[in-house]
């Protein structure tokens, strides 16, 4: 095992500059303590910075404005100043799919041209939108469709809100002043399982996370917001204290010869350093429960001694296993397991005490599904040998 690092581990080297020479700064994505302090070096007097903050945050995040003119309950002229100082900017939709079953797909484009996908998912009792973190991956989980995508850069904290908000305006879900009040929420949950590992650009999720849960704002539990990771271990207890939201760990493995092979995070930290990490999260964030996401592969890692030996590690972790059916892509080197195999899995796993739902895979007619999300720039169509040759290579079986 590789001793955990004493830096930071999250990769913002990558992440572009919230300027661009010679523009403006955007002014989503900002903190609220970062958004006082630029609204005093725009000339706020300190003792109205404050003020100024829950109004501005308001008209961004609660009434979804983009022009400083609408921000009615301030002064002219210092409308006309934070136009001059500052741009409200959100992520362009270049298109959108909707699946048979519902599902929206979004692609979208952030500065330096490049593009990333956002899925929002409609449930009976709730809305989940999928949100990315970074352009491409550097994960390259073998299962993965995005894993097969170069990392190209971290999504600043403005471009992670930024597809929250572009969800919303297609939902049409801002209110609208004057109207009744709406009970229901369209995008009552954000997922951060689209593109990219969240804990490898931690500072840029736990502001944008930070953004969406402000109660003056967009305004979503913490509950409500589920930040997935392959293992990065040094960075989960910061999830826990500073994020505070729920913990999914894309596990897919019960020994570590074959999670080094779907996982390869896993070589550097692995299931036993793992494990003992997510012991404290529960307690460290005040949640629940860990989620531990499981892709079934046929005669890979799907076996009723697998299941056995699942219930055994997680042992005394408050927990639930989402099971996943394999979702197909282009070139993808595996199956999906049978669904009798999947159910013989989830039986094993039920009778020990935990959760087992089977995962109703949504959205695959459009390339949405689980593990299928990939930039429509980079999507290459790899051949099955290919792949395959790239995994043995790794996992040094060639």
């Given at each position: 095992?590789?001793?955990a690092?004493?830096?930071?581990?999250?990769?913002?080297?990558?992440?572009?500059?919230?300027k661009q020479?010679?523009?403006?700064?955007?002014?989503?994505?900002?903190?609220?303590e970062a958004?006082?302090?630029?609204?005093?070096?725009?000339?706020?007097?300190?003792?109205?910075?404050r003020?100024?903050?829950?109004?501005?945050?308001?008209?961004?995040?609660?009434?979804?404005?983009r022009?400083?003119?609408q921000?009615?309950?301030?002064?002219?002229?210092?409308r006309g100043k934070?136009t001059?100082?500052?741009?409200?900017?959100?992520?362009?939709?270049?298109?959108?799919?909707?699946?048979?079953?519902?599902?929206?797909?979004?692609?979208?484009?952030?500065?330096?041209?490049?593009?990333?996908?956002?899925?929002?998912i409609?449930?009976?009792?709730?809305?989940?939108?999928?949100?990315?973190?970074?352009?491409?991956c550097?994960?390259?989980?073998?299962?993965?469709?995005?894993?097969?995508?170069?990392?190209?850069r971290?999504?600043?904290a403005?471009?992670i809100?930024?597809q929250?908000?572009?969800?919303?305006?297609?939902?049409?879900?801002?209110?609208?002043?004057?109207?009744?009040?709406?009970?229901?929420?369209?995008?009552?949950?954000?997922v951060?399982?689209?593109?990219?590992?969240?804990?490898?650009?931690?500072?840029?999720?736990?502001?944008?996370?930070?953004?969406?849960?402000?109660g003056e704002?967009?305004?979503?539990?913490?509950?409500?917001?589920?930040?997935?990771?392959?293992?990065?271990?040094?960075?989960?207890?910061?999830?826990?204290?500073?994020?505070?939201?729920?913990?999914?760990?894309?596990?897919h493995?019960?020994?570590?010869?074959?999670?080094?092979?779907?996982?390869?995070?896993?070589?550097?930290?692995?299931?036993?350093t793992?494990?003992?990490a997510?012991?404290?999260?529960?307690?460290?964030?005040n949640?629940?429960?860990?989620?531990?996401?499981?892709?079934m592969?046929?005669?890979?890692?799907?076996?009723?001694?697998?299941?056995r030996r699942?219930?055994?590690l997680?042992?005394?972790?408050?927990?639930?296993i989402?099971?996943?059916?394999?979702n197909?892509?282009?070139?993808?080197?595996?199956?999906?397991?049978?669904?009798?195999?999947?159910?013989?899995?989830?039986?094993?796993?039920?009778?020990?005490?935990?959760?087992?739902?089977?995962?109703?895979?949504?959205g695959?007619?459009?390339?949405?599904a689980?593990?299928?999300?990939?930039?429509?720039?980079?999507?290459?169509?790899?051949?099955?040998?290919r792949?395959?040759?790239?995994?043995?290579?790794?996992?040094?079986?060639?």
């Open positions: 095992m590789t001793d690092p004493q830096t930071p581990i999250t990769q913002d080297v990558m992440t572009i500059p919230r020479p010679g523009g403006k700064p955007n002014i989503v994505g900002l903190t609220r958004l006082r302090q630029a609204l005093i070096d725009m000339g706020t007097p300190e003792k109205q910075a003020m100024r903050v829950n109004q501005v945050w308001q008209w961004i995040y609660h009434w979804g404005v022009d400083f003119s921000m009615t309950n301030l002064a002219r002229d210092y934070l001059e100082t500052f741009r409200i900017d959100l992520p362009e939709m270049v298109s959108k799919q909707v699946s048979a079953d519902g599902t929206r797909k979004y692609l979208m484009r952030i500065a330096g041209g490049h593009e990333v996908e956002t899925v929002y409609p449930e009976a009792d709730r809305g989940t939108l999928c949100i990315s973190s970074q352009v491409g550097t994960l390259t989980c073998s299962f993965c469709h995005t894993g097969t995508q170069r990392l190209v971290n999504l600043s403005d471009e809100v930024g929250i908000m572009v969800a919303r305006d297609d939902l049409g879900e801002w209110p609208v002043p004057g109207a009744p009040k709406r009970e229901e929420r369209l995008l009552s949950n954000i951060l399982m689209g593109m990219g590992e969240p804990l490898y650009n931690f500072d840029n999720v736990r502001d944008a996370m930070k953004i969406a849960m402000d704002g967009i305004s979503l539990s913490r509950r409500r917001i589920t930040l997935s990771t392959s293992g990065v271990v040094p960075e989960i207890a910061r999830c826990a204290e500073e994020i505070g939201c729920l913990l999914a760990v894309s596990f493995a019960t020994t570590d010869e074959v999670r080094d092979r779907l996982v390869p995070i896993n070589k550097r930290w692995n299931i036993e793992l494990l003992t997510l012991r404290d999260y529960p307690r460290l964030s949640s629940e429960r860990i989620t531990f996401e499981y892709v592969l046929k005669d890979v890692n799907d076996s009723d001694a697998d299941a699942l219930v055994k997680i042992s005394g972790i408050p927990a639930k989402n099971l996943i059916p394999f197909e892509w282009p070139g993808a080197p595996y199956e999906r397991s049978d669904w009798s195999r999947i159910e013989s899995f989830a039986d094993i796993v039920h009778k020990a005490g935990y959760a087992s739902p089977i995962r109703t895979p949504r695959e007619d459009i390339m949405a689980c593990g299928q999300l990939k930039s429509a720039t980079e999507r290459e169509r790899k051949s099955r040998a792949i395959a040759a790239e995994i043995a290579a790794e996992s040094g079986l060639q």
